[in-house]
T-cell receptor
């Protein structure tokens, strides 16, 4: 597609439930990033993929968070046992080259009630 | 010290003036520097990137990088009300790394 696509755009879930957030990067972009943004804050780095492998997952807050990119294209961010503090906008970005310009999707607004 | 620091503002400038946005970063080995614009409720939009010391101009925007001072700035000439947004500074903090760190953003308001 022309840009980074994220689904769903909004997700409301109950505390303790499991959620999956999907990111479809720009075609041909090998680097994919997940960020989390809370109101009034800049995007907070979660994880970076180069191809199929997680090159850096140092930003994942705890073991309830996990992400995959099995074929080097679409990525899924998975959150187990959601907590109210997980509520935020989850942003995905992709870039073509190592250290190159990253382009963002429109984000998924997650609300845990 | 945070990896990437920005003055959160708000910064208000009159229409037609120059808006100056500043950012400092902690890792001297950083290689790539980006400015994103984010309108309220929208995702960040890349507007400028700079890799080398000095100035880089693109239309009304100029990015300035000083690696010795670990400082990057964005100038917006002839500011327009449509420039009102939050401007995010982003830095690749470590050579060879691809994890992009963001500042908290500076909120700019251009007053008609």
């Amino acid at each position: 597609g022309a840009g980074v696509s994220q689904t769903p755009s909004n997700k409301v879930t109950e505390k303790g439930k499991y959620v999956e957030l999907r990111c479809d990067p720009i075609s041909g972009h090998t680097a994919l990033y997940w960020y989390r943004q809370s109101l009034g804050q800049g995007p907070e780095f979660l994880i970076y993929f180069q191809g199929t492998g997680a090159a850096d997952d140092s930003g994942l807050p705890n073991d309830r968070f996990f992400a995959v990119r099995p074929e080097g294209s679409v990525s899924t961010l998975k959150i187990q046992r959601t907590e109210r503090g997980d509520s935020a906008v989850y942003l995905c970005a992709s870039s073509q080259t190592h250290g190159g310009e990253a382009f963002f999707g429109q984000g998924t607004r997650l609300t845990v009630v | 010290q945070k990896e990437v620091e920005q003055n959160s503002g708000p910064l208000s400038v009159p229409e037609g003036a120059i808006a100056s946005l500043n950012c400092t970063y902690s890792d001297r080995g950083s290689q790539s520097f980006f400015w994103y614009r984010q309108y309220s409720g929208k995702s960040p939009e890349l507007i400028m990137f700079i890799y080398s010391n000095g100035d880089k101009e693109d239309g009304r925007f100029t990015a300035q990088l000083n690696k010795a001072s670990q400082y990057v700035s964005l100038l917006i000439r002839d500011s327009q009300p449509s420039d009102s947004a939050t401007y995010l500074c982003a830095v690749n903090l470590r050579t060879g790394a691809n994890n992009l760190f963001f500042g908290t953003g500076t909120r700019l308001t251009v007053i008609p």
